[in-house]
Structures are given as structure tokens and as C-alpha cells.
């Protein structure tokens, strides 16, 4: 675009940065108003009453999409340690400017009320704009009804299912079958847990009468070859109604290498890997410090084959696997203790929205696995793309969202949950050198986070809502379903004989 003068008092002027879009990197300037992106190109004027803020030798970025958060989530007994506030806070001091959190309702509970309920919690709090997917753990018509006033009325374009906590969220072969067919009536993406919560249930109380009861327990009785067969089935079953699948938190080289395969076969799958995953693995369920140990329970967990990070990244820079999240649900020393005697009843997340960026920048970037636009793609571009939010997010360009990131490639940060911006007092990635750090962070063309200061306001943050058919996902299905998958054999009538029974 040619030089131009805006005159609007509250603008901001991004000068001399490196833009980075997933297809491609090139130095301009980046006007932004009224919360959009108003114009970008070489030596741009600088508008009356204008922030000029200059990026020479750092990138401009789209802000992260974190697809995977549990703020404030109600969980075994315990309430998530970060809240919408403060895991919000934490996601913009890391250069995240939109989080897609998870509403679960109860066996039995509405989902319409759950997500009222979720709505209340989130908004008076978010610093940053968020979206919502909704989990289905139970099944009946009415369920289906209230999923399409989800879609049709609140903006919701996503469901998630569980394979996994037995009595508590999973649900059946049956009943996933028969959402996977309600979500592709409507048009929208079924997620999965995929963990098999029989296998896990029955495991479980073998450890338990070994007397292995501390955090080393968690990952012996779900072993990465459970979470492989369970992504292995979800995929077959939405396979059987042409309906596109969104595999949450890949956690092991078993479930990445099915979702690869799968999507070699043309199967619709995406596939998830989470910052904990990308940057950490298992063995630290060894670790003789139980509270150590513990704070790294997750679920599906990670895995203590130490190739594990590594694999998950090369999948990732290669495409085999396409975007991240982080699961970000926090709890913290004494909430982690009320399973002190008992690994099943340790409160299960880890933290991970604030240093997604720099974990993957650090281990997929600078080893020279991934350049600039891939990282682009992964943590905000996909994101949008999938999520049917492109391009008000995702990118840099005219017309969409201002929010961007100040990105310095070469300067480093140690993680420490001294200085991080969490509620938790735990950090999975202590002590970590990551290159790769958020110089400024800008959410709806405002600076919210710079030079390691943050500058927002509760409740700031806007709900974004997600309308359904995605042509990033669903131009192959449509495509297909035009196709008969299954052709009648037109034959004479059998008049032979026919056995009589008893």
C-alpha cells in the first residue's frame, strides 16, 4: 500500500519490523485503528496523536491462538488455579491475544446453562479476546438440540468429547458416533480426548493394589499405546460419516504417527501438540520430590520416552501435526496434594499459556526445525483457519484484528514461576533458556504487555464468536458427500430354496 496520513487521534504505528504471515516475510510499517489493522507498507506518515513504536530488527507477528485453555475449570474436588484473569494475563504477557477455552458441562447438565454459567465466569475477567468450544458427556436428543442453538445463536462452531474419565466425562462408542453425526449435520468440528477410559479405569486400581500410589502411577496406567488406540478408534468412527476430526493434545509419538497416517489415507484429522508436550517430557514422574512429580500430572500424560518433545516438533515443522494449544489448567502445591496418598486424585493440568511461544520458538525455530512463517502458522494461523476465524485473526493484513506481537528472534528469557504471570506456584518449563521473547504485545490495537510490563484492564477482553463451515475444513467433505460412498446391487430376485428353521 502507498504512504497515506490518518488522522486519528489513538493510533499506533508499528515502524520498520519484519511482518510474518504464514506465506511469507516482508519489512513494512503496520498502522493500526480502532482495534484494526488500517494500512501497511513502506515508510508510512505518521498519523496526528499517533504511538510510534519501532520495530527495526524484530518481527511483527499475528497475536497466538491458544486452542487448548482451562481457566477457572471446576475440577476432582478444586477450582484451576488460574482464572480468566489471570490466565489471561499470563496469555498476553506471552504474546497470545486470544485463548479458545472449554466449556464442560456435567452428566446430565445442560449445555446451554453450562455455557450461561461459563460465560458469566469469563467475562467480567478476560483481559484478551476468547471463544468457547463446548464438551458433549452425554448424549440424547435434547443434547443435539441445544448443540445447534450453540452454533446457530452463541457463536460455538466446536464440541469435544472424552474418551477418558470414566464416569465423570467420557462417553461411549455409541454415543460419540451419534455427535460425530449431529456435528457434521451442522457443520462444525468434533474434538476428542482419546485416551481408552475403560483400559485406564481397570489399570488404574492394578497400580493402586501394587502400592504404586505416587505421581510415577499416573503415567504407568496410561500408557502412550492407550492414547494411540484411542485416536486410532475416534478417527475410524468419524471416518464412517465423513466427519472432520480435531485430536486434542497429542502427547505421544503412538497418536501422532495414527493421526499422520490418517491423513495420508485422506482422512479430515487434525492434530494438536501442547506446549508441555513440545518442551518437557515424563520422567519427571520418577522424580523423587513428590510435589515435583506431581506437578506435572496431566492427562493424556507425558510420556518418559525422552525422544518424545523432539518427535512431536519435527511432526509439527513437517506438517504431519498442524497447530499447538497448551491445556493450560493450573493447580497449585496444596490443591496437587489432596492426591498425596492416592495419584487419581491429584488434580490433573499444568501451566503453558505464557511460554507456548518461546517453547516453541526455542525448540522448533532456533534448532533450525521450523522458519518464521511455519512458527506463524502454528501458533495463530491454523488456529483461525480451522476455527473459522480467518482472517479477523491470524494474520497481518488490512481489515483484520490488531493484534500483533513485537517478536525479538535472538534475545532469551529463563522461565521461572518467580517471574512468570501465573496464579500457580509451579512452573513445568523452570529454569528453561528460550530464545525468542515477546517484545510488545498489542490486543485490539492497544499495548497491552511491554519491555515486561503489563498495562490491561479486566474485562477488557471480547467474547468472538465462530460461525460454522469452515471451507478450510469442510471443502473436502462437502466435496465428498457428493460423491455415493456406497452403491445398491441391482440383481434378479433369489427364488431358490431357503432353509426352514425350528
Known sequence: LVSRIIRMAGALLIRGGVCVNEDRAFRADVLCESGKIAAIGENLDVPKGAEVVDATGKYVIPGGI?????????????????????????????????????????????????????????????????????????????????????????????????????????????????????????????????????IIAEKSKEMSELGITGPEGHEMCRPEEVEGEATNRAIVLANQINCPLYVVHVMSRSAADVISAARRKGCVVFGEPIAAGLGVDGTHYWHKCWRHAAAFVMGPPLRPDTSTPEYLMDMLANGDLQLTGTDNCTFNGDQKAMGKDDFRRIPNGVNGVEDRLSVIWEKGVFTGKMDACRFVSVTSTTAAKIFNMYPQKGVVAVGSDADLVIWDGDATRIISSKTHHHAVDFNIFEGMKCHGVPVATISQGKIVYRDGKLNITRGSGRYIPRPTGSTYVYSRVHQRDKIPRYVKVDREPYTGPVVKLD
Open 66 to 198: 491458544d486452542t487448548h485453555t482451562h481457566m477457572q475449570l471446576p475440577f476432582m474436588g478444586t477450582v484451576a488455579a488460574d482464572d480468566f484473569y489471570a490466565g489471561t494475563r499470563a496469555a498476553l504477557a506471552g504474546g497470545t491475544t486470544m485463548i479458545l477455552d472449554f466449556v464442560i458441562p456435567s452428566k446430565g447438565e445442560s449445555l446451554l446453562a453450562a455455557y450461561d454459567k461459563w460465560r458469566a465466569w469469563a467475562d467480567e475477567k478476560v483481559c484478551c479476546d476468547y471463544s468457547f468450544h463446548v464438551a458433549v458427556t452425554w448424549w440424547s436428543e435434547t443434547v443435539g438440540k441445544e448443540m445447534e442453538v450453540l452454533c446457530k445463536e452463541k457463536g460455538v462452531n466446536s464440541f469435544k468429547l472424552f474418551m477418558a474419565y470414566k464416569d465423570v466425562f467420557m462417553v461411549n462408542d455409541e454415543e460419540m458416533y451419534h455427535a460425530f453425526c449431529k456435528i457434521k449435520e451442522l457443520e462444525a468440528l468434533a474434538q476428542v480426548h482419546a485416551e481408552n477410559g475403560d
